[in-house]
């Protein structure tokens, strides 16, 4: 599957309720513009992202994962736009499990 998006690829449950079986596979995410979403993301109200992660909703990275259960990912590429700051990664993750 191929993405061209201005936005990351999030996905959050809650603490005690985690998503369960997501696997993502042979994906190639190219990022057209990329906003940094911290530190806004860390005291952000909207209801595009989960009001308990905050640091999911900060997190400089462009495939975002917080309270998974059985989550894996494979094949996974991100081609970053020209101007990327340095201090984005790939992947960022908290309290999953394969």
Not at 48 to 74: D, G, I, K, L, Y
């Amino acid at each position: 599957m191929v993405l061209h998006s201005n936005g990351r690829i999030v996905i959050t449950g809650m603490p005690d309720h985690p998503v369960e079986n997501i696997s993502l596979r042979n994906i190639q995410l190219h990022l057209e513009n990329v906003f940094d979403p911290y530190p806004k993301g860390l005291t952000s109200t909207g209801r595009q992202f989960c009001p308990n992660t905050p640091n999911a909703r900060a997190a400089r990275a462009a495939v975002v994962v917080e309270n998974a259960r059985r989550f894996s990912m494979s094949g996974v590429e991100v081609f970053w736009p020209q101007n990327m700051p340095a201090h984005f990664e790939e992947f960022w993750s908290a309290n999953i499990t394969a």
